[in-house]
């Protein structure tokens, strides 16, 4: 397995205008498939005493909804919608975001329900003025998380894209979706190389772990920042040190410029191959 290192965009839309439907607003007609999952999102965040009215949805959530439906859009997946809560193909799983703009700069955090009591979140960065960051932090998210998404809960494989491995745990098969390592650095100055023997220490430390067979998800990243050195290692959303072990044994190139990697990936539960 070789990881990629990408520096540039990459191309989002690939989807037929043919396997889906448009329509105003990222918003997609009633369809009667959708009414289980309403009722099941309002019984989860709205009153549970009275029915609650259609409420007002923050601008900022707004905003990222209508941003997550036209990329799944653009990849022929249909989606509907309830309040910030983006629908894709009238069903779990469903996702919602919120964007926190600053002067300059801004984070963009994205919630993913892949069903009752299990969700995804992660956060992108987005850097520059008022709408630029917000391009910014959509894109980081695309390269970023996106197809390993589309793949791992769509069923939408791009191998362009992504790796797709069945790994072993402790005699658990799994199947592995595997983003890009993104490495980005300044205007002025590229990101190095990537250590030799990144890929293999993080699969090592994933290996070792006792994992249930359920879905579980990483996320691994990296910064040089004037020398200082930051790394972060989550596992299922939570800080897994572990992973900042492996991080730490690799040999990362010094540079007094600014450089980060980034690498998320998706493990599912595979049915065991008959001997």
């Not at 926190?100 to 299990?118: E, F, T």
């Not at 730490?248 to 001997?275: E, I, N």
């Amino acid at each position: 397995m070789v990881l990629r290192s990408t520096t540039r965009t990459q191309r989002l839309g690939h989807g037929s205008s043919a396997q889906y439907r448009r329509c105003p607003d990222a918003r997609m007609p009633h369809d009667p498939r959708s009414d289980d999952l309403i009722m099941w999102l309002k019984k989860l965040f709205g009153n549970k005493n009275s029915p609650a009215p259609a409420k007002a949805i923050d601008p900022m959530a707004e905003r990222v909804a209508q941003a997550l439906a036209k990329l799944l859009e653009a990849h022929g997946i249909a989606c509907g919608r309830h309040d910030e809560w983006v629908t894709p193909n009238w069903q779990l799983p469903a996702l919602r975001g919120h964007w926190h703009p600053q002067s300059h700069s801004g984070r963009l955090d994205i919630q993913v329900l892949v069903k009752p009591g299990l969700t995804i979140e992660e956060s992108f960065g987005g850097i520059g003025p008022l709408d630029e960051s917000f391009g910014s932090a959509m894109q980081n998210f695309s390269t970023g998380s996106l197809h390993v998404l589309l793949s791992a809960l769509w069923d939408h494989d791009d191998l362009a894209q992504v790796n797709i491995e069945q790994w072993d745990i402790a005699g658990q098969p799994f199947t592995a979706v595997v983003g890009h390592l993104g490495m980005r650095g300044t205007d002025e100055v590229d990101a190095p190389e990537p250590p030799a023997g990144l890929f293999n220490a993080l699969h090592q430390a994933i290996c070792r772990e006792a994992l249930t067979p359920e879905f579980h998800w990483f996320r691994f990243y990296f910064g040089n920042v004037k020398g200082d050195l930051l790394f972060e290692s989550l596992r299922d959303n939570e800080p897994w040190p572990a992973g900042i072990d492996a991080l730490k044994s690799l040999a990362w190139p010094p540079t007094d410029a600014f450089y980060g990697a980034r690498l998320f990936l998706v493990l599912k539960p595979a049915t065991p191959t008959a001997p």
